[in-house]
Each structure stands twice: as C-alpha cells, then as structure tokens.
C-alpha cells in the first residue's frame, strides 16, 4: 500500500514540476542544442529544441537535487527520461488544444491574481513590483513570455481539475469502510486512491484525444 502511495507522489509531483519547470526561477542555461529545430508539432502548437532541452534540463536538475550522485547517466536511461520529458510537453499542448476547444481561458483579472499572490514575488507577504521585474529580468525572462508562460499553466490547471471532476469519490469511501484500521490511514489510502484515479482519468483523456489530433515528432532533435 505505502509502495504505491509513494509511486503516485513521486508520479504527481515531478508531473506538476514538468508543467511549469519551462519558466521556473532556475536560470535558463545554455543550449547546446539546435535550438530552431522543431522536436514535435501536435496541431497547431510546436515545441521547439529550445523549449524541449530547457524544459529537460531543468526537470534533469530537479532529479540531480532528489538522487544527488545516484542519478547518474545509466539512472537517466532506465527512466527514459528524455522521452518522458517530451511525452509530457505533448500531453500539456493536447490539453491547450482541449482547453481552446472548450472554451477556457484565463482573463487578465485572474492572471494578475495569480501573479500577485505568487511568493517569489513577495516582500514580508505583500507583492512587490520591482521584485517581480529584477527577478525576470535576472532570469532573462520578459515580462510577456513570463505572463504567457503563466497563463498556460493557469489554464492547463483549471481543464486538469475539470477533468478531475469526472472522478467518481463514494465508491472509493465506500470501500474503504469494509477495511480494517484507524481512519488516518484510511484518509491517507484514501487520497492516494483519488489522486491516482485523476492521474488515469486525465491519461485515458488524453490519449483519447491524441488519436483526433496530428501529431509528429522529430526523434532525432532529443537522440
């Protein structure tokens, strides 16, 4: 049980880090890489070699901060980190496409809420403009690509969660209930059940739309 309750954390959490991990405050490094070369179209949306080795590297760092000398590169390999990396990029533009599709956005109200209340940008719990503009600009991130950036996530959140509201819950309680054991651990199983039964339900959505959507991928731009 604890076995895969700590399988769907790590799943979870390195999924949301991938999410974001493309404007994250890490610095932007450099690319070696051709960084005009196109590594995948899906629809409209094209994810540059720019976009796909920043996006790695920095998802490559967050392993080195967990794994420390252990995430060396036969570690790297087994996880076929590298292919997972771009997999989740594509899912992340099905659902832009998904989101569009169905009409969500994020206005300028929400955008700027969400901006204000980001503790990066705060000074004793209170948003602080200069802080929020040195640090773009430290990270060599204009304000519209950040501003965009976040906008992404912030609609990617909201057709998550409204995926997540498919998930059906009284099953899940209801079984539980015949388990013996204290109702923490109950609770824990509990959450670990749902947050997996999300995690399949945002899955099977999107491979279902991948079949609907033109999709190609340049596998020599990662090799």
């Known amino acids: 049980m604890l076995k895969m309750m700590r399988k769907h954390a ?9 999410v974001i991990l ?18 995948a179209e899906v629809g409209r949306y ?17 392993y ?4 420390r ?20 990029m594509i899912d992340e533009k099905v659902l832009l496409i998904a989101a569009k599709d169905a009409g969500i956005g994020i ?14 940008f705060m000074r004793k719990g209170v948003f602080d403009k200069d802080i929020y503009l040195n640090r773009l600009r430290l990270n060599r991130i204009t304000v519209e690509a950040y501003e965009n950036s976040k906008r992404q996530e912030l609609i990617l959140n909201k057709m998550r969660r409204l995926i997540e509201l498919s998930v059906d819950v009284p099953d899940i309680n209801s079984d ?14 509990s959450e670990a059940m749902l947050n997996e039964r999300k995690e399949k339900a945002i899955g099977s959505y999107v491979e279902g739309l991948k079949k609907e959507i033109k999709i190609r991928i340049n596998t020599k731009s990662i090799s």
């Open 69 to 88: 000398d252990k995430f060396d590169e036969e570690m790297e390999k087994k996880m076929n980190l590298r292919e997972k990396v771009l997999e989740s």
């Open 46 to 62: 094209k994810i540059t070699a720019e976009e796909y080795w920043r996006t790695y590297e920095n998802v490559s760092r967050f």
């Open 10 to 18: 790590k799943y979870f959490y390195v999924l949301f880090f991938i």
């Open 176 to 189: 539980l209930k015949k388990l013996p054991g204290d109702e923490r651990l109950k609770k824990m199983l």
């Open 22 to 39: 493309s404007f994250i405050f890490w610095g932007v490094g450099t690319v070696d890489k051709n960084e005009r070369a196109i590594v």
């Open 107 to 120: 206005s300028d109200d929400e955008l700027h809420e969400a901006i204000t209340h980001e503790p990066a």
């Open 64 to 67: 080195r901060e967990i794994y």
